[in-house]
Structures are given as C-alpha cells and as structure tokens.
C-alpha cells in the first residue's frame, strides 16, 4: 500500500497563501486529491487531479482560489492556496484514488496523516 505524508501547512492570515505538498511512497497510476475536515464538521473534497493532470476538480468553496497539480516524476501532489479565509482552518489530507478522478471520499483508498493550516481573521 502507497504511503503519504503530507507537509506545508501552518498559520497565516486571511488573504495570505500556502502550498502543501504530499509525496508518495510509490509509483501512483491513480488519481490524487485533497480533502479538509475542519473541527466538528465531516471531511470534504477540496481538490482532485488524473494521473496525467488532464483532468481537475474543485470543490465549490475553494474553486478559483486554490490549484491542485502533481509531479508524476517526484511522486508529488501540491495545493496552491490563495486569497485563503479564515473558513479554510482545517486538516488537510492527501488521498490517492482509483483510475478516475472522482470526488467521493469512499473512492480514495490511502490516506495521509494530515496537515493542519489555520487561518487567522
């Protein structure tokens, strides 16, 4: 089973940006996606990629504001967020799926521990 560690997140204040970064123990032919869980809430797609970065999606609330790509070559996935709001404190996971890209947490099958980004006001 791929494993994933996710890093890059930390405080910063609304407006600001961050970049996390997930990277991945193996070859991934598969699709990868970040998801959040904020406290008290379930988790949630943030953002997915196909394996050859042909196809993305977004979650409504993050869509124009953060881009999701990968590097096939260095077992990465990245997530540029900007214009971030303090609605966007959460952990962020990194998730590898299946052969298509789909938004459905039931169909990412590896996940990694998280990171946690806060967002002041």
């Known amino acids: 089973q791929v494993q994933l560690a996710e890093s890059g997140g930390g405080l910063v204040q609304a407006g600001g940006s961050l970049r996390l970064s997930c990277v991945a123990s193996g070859r991934t032919f598969a699709a990868m996606g970040w998801f959040r869980q904020a406290p008290g809430q379930e988790r949630e797609f943030v953002a997915g990629i196909s394996w050859g970065s042909s196809m993305t999606q977004y979650g409504h609330s993050v869509k124009g504001r953060f881009t999701i790509s990968r590097d096939n070559a260095k077992n990465m996935v990245y997530l540029q967020m900007n214009s971030l709001k303090p609605e966007d404190t959460a952990v962020y996971y990194c998730?590898?799926?299946?052969?298509?890209?789909?938004?459905?947490?039931?169909?990412?099958?590896?996940w990694g521990q998280g990171t946690q980004v806060t967002v002041s006001s």
């Open positions: 998730a590898i799926g299946g052969r298509a890209l789909t938004t459905r947490e039931r169909d990412f099958d590896s």
